[in-house]
């Protein structure tokens, strides 16, 4: 299939209710480590990384169930306890280089302003931190690839905010700042982020540019998923999706919140200087995991799937998806099987022999940018976006 086709979503979903109930009694055995249990991959559980804050990604097979990820099988990540929010007395603010300083309600929110859609893959930038090598002893949340899921995010395109508020000439970036509260070494502070103001304000024909989400799926947003009110920022990492957010800043510069002026960096010694020195992480790196594997019922041919996901560049998709069994020496064609959407992901799958089983693959992706996976991440201390060859072994 080339990088422009696509089915339809209710061939797609008929195909994806076909492979659902063997896909869920599978056991990803070589995708384990030996700090996990058996009964953690039961079919709609989770796996619990970290218990406070809570942050947990669902076993690899129930990622392919659907294309839109259901809200209970998609990844949790927080930095500290989810808030306590009072819906009725909610308010949202947009202050700084505004000519007209906001303060809405949810309510007056949903009632100024058209409601949009966008459909967006958000993926934590530590997502398959595990495995850079473990001499390395990278801290941080210890992902697998699973922190990351597609959704349908609806709400108030935060152009049309914006353009309400009267932004000043001197603008250049956009603050974000959540409800929730962390408390790093006696010091309590919120989550926040910032994007630059050309990223907020540019829509394309499937994305109204960042989104200010108050559903997810076509339901009201769940609290473990920021409600009443989070950031959408389709292309970029999820820390740039803030949750639960309370007030939108206007600057000319980029906000000195600890996650955007200390952390989410690719830094590799962490001097003062050289975080400094160094940008945030803003868009999401060019990826592709294998998630699930399966014979046949001759028991004659091994059937490979798994998602790949393109760079966050404005109108990337996956143009291609490789599989090899010999460590990269050759490489096979897998198909594209899913929708293809501008930041979202796309499903594959490949069909080897049955000989395959027992064998290592290795996956890689390019998407229609010309960028290629390369075949081994460089070190970060945070040990963020890994995206070298994803590597599986074949056990059935």
């Known amino acids: 299939m080339q990088a422009h086709q696509s089915i339809s979503r209710r061939v797609w979903l008929q195909q994806s209710a ?26 709609g559980k989770l796996i619990v990384r970290q218990e406070k804050p809570f942050n947990a990604e669902p076993p690899l097979p129930a990622l392919l169930d659907h294309w839109l990820t259901d809200n209970e099988t998609f990844f949790h990540r927080s930095h500290g306890s989810v808030p306590a929010v009072d819906v009725e007395n909610y308010r949202l603010t947009v202050e700084g280089l505004v000519d ?3 303060s809405l309600s949810l309510a007056e929110l949903k009632s100024m302003f058209p409601t949009v859609t966008a459909t967006a893959t958000i993926t934590c930038a530590g997502n398959r931190r595990r495995e850079f090598p473990p001499e390395k002893k990278i801290g941080g949340v210890q992902w697998d690839a699973g922190a990351i899921g597609n959704a349908e995010w609806g ?9 309400h508020a009267g932004v000043k000439p001197e603008a250049k970036h956009v603050w974000f700042d959540g409800l929730d509260e962390i408390t790093e070494k006696d010091h309590t502070f919120s989550f926040g982020a910032s994007i630059p103001l050309e990223k907020a304000l540019s829509a394309s024909r499937f994305t109204p540019g960042a989104l200010l989400a108050h559903t997810m799926n076509r339901q009201p947003l769940p609290k473990d998923h920021g409600a009443p009110l989070r950031g959408i920022v389709p292309g970029y990492i999820g820390a740039r999706s803030v949750k639960w957010l309370g007030k939108i800043t206007i600057s000319d510069r980029p906000s000195p919140n600890h996650y955007v002026a200390d952390v989410y960096k690719l830094v590799t010694k ?22 699930r594997w399966k014979l046949d019922s001759t028991k004659t041919c091994l059937t490979v799937s798994g998602f790949a996901l393109p760079s966050g560049q404005v109108d990337g998709l996956i143009q291609r998806v490789e599989c090899s069994l010999d460590d990269g020496r050759t490489w096979t064609t897998a198909r594209l099987i899913s929708p293809q959407r501008e930041f979202c992901w796309a499903f594959w799958d490949v ?33 963020y976006q890994y995206n070298g060859w994803h590597q599986v072994s074949l056990n059935v």
């Open 351 to 383: 069909t080897f022999p049955a000989s395959a089983v027992g064998k290592s693959l290795l996956v890689k992706a390019t998407d229609s940018h010309g960028e290629i996976q390369p075949r081994e991440m460089p070190y970060n201390l945070k040990g």
């Open 18 to 43: 076909v492979g659902m109930t063997a896909a869920l009694a599978m056991k990803p055995t070589s995708l384990l480590r030996g700090d996990e249990k058996a009964a953690d991959l039961q079919a």
């Open 155 to 163: 709400g108030v395109a935060l152009a049309e905010v914006l353009k």
């Open 270 to 291: 962490g001097t003062p200087e050289e975080v400094e020195a160094t940008s945030p992480i803003y868009t999401h790196a060019l990826n592709s995991v294998s998630c």
């Open 100 to 102: 007209r300083p906001l």
